[in-house]
């Protein structure tokens, strides 16, 4: 029988990744001779992929770019962006405790981000994180990726977890939404990278701590989410 699951997003989740993200596309901004993003400003461009973070950093700063110059850049950016990891990045304070606890309670846990499924794994092996999930799954593991439903479904299948004892943990609108179009609950962490304050993206509950992620809070969420299931 497959097992409950808690499914985590990476990026300003899991792991606070935004000093290295930002020293990457700092060192694209400089190649274009543009000016710099500071750390406040990077947090409302993570979310989609790199990709985009690429174009919205460069929207923002006066140069839209073509396609082609976009993916020359991106090409500069995954490089230096995989040659310094694990960088600066680290998991977020309790997050460990948190996983740990859901195990014990027979919890698998996964993860699903919209960075690539390659750096993915790389970050949480340099971290020596990466054994704790039963799968890792990113923007270009399955044919689609968030919001479509289907990558948080096909992470909880690849995980042998029961989409009915399922909850999503993530940081932003992507997050929330890939959730609701899956019918699963969503727990959003208000210290990720977001536009707009999590709470107006109506997830099932808003946490400041992973203290607060506990396995009582999980069963609440899924027995309003799916009652025949309890
Ligand atoms: O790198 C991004 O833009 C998104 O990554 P996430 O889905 O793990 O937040
Ligand atoms: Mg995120």
């Known amino acids: 029988m497959a097992d409950p699951i808690i499914v985590f997003d990476l990026d300003g989740t899991l792991v606070e990744t935004a000093p290295d993200l930002l020293e990457s596309l700092n ?20 979310g989609f992929g790199g990709r985009i973070m690429i174009e919205r950093a460069c929207v923002a700063h006066g140069h839209p770019l073509k396609q ?48 690539l499924e390659g750096l993915s794994r790389r970050l949480l092996e340099g971290l020596g994180i990466d054994h704790l999930f039963s799968a890792i799954c990113g923007a270009d593991t399955f044919a689609q990726r968030k919001p479509h439903p289907s990558h948080l479904f096909g992470t909880i299948e690849m995980a042998g977890g029961d989409p009915e004892r399922c909850v999503m943990v993530g940081d932003s609108r992507t997050d929330i939404d890939t959730a609701k179009n899956a019918g699963i609950p969503v727990v959003a962490v208000d210290f990720g990278y977001t536009d707009q304050p999590v709470h107006m993206y109506e997830p099932s509950k808003v946490i400041s701590h992973f203290d607060e992620l506990t396995v009582e809070l999980a069963e609440r969420l899924i027995q309003s989410a799916f009652p025949q299931t309890a």
């Open 68 to 115: 082609d110059e976009l993916e020359t850049v991106y090409q500069i950016f995954l490089e230096h962006y995989e040659g310094n990891m694990p960088g600066k990045s680290e998991p977020f304070p309790g997050v460990l405790d948190a996983i740990k606890a859901f195990h014990e309670a027979g919890y698998k846990t996964a993860v699903c981000t919209n960075k």
């Open 27 to 46: 060192h694209c901004l400089r190649h274009l001779n543009l000016d710099v993003v500071d750390p406040a400003e990077i947090r409302r461009y993570v």
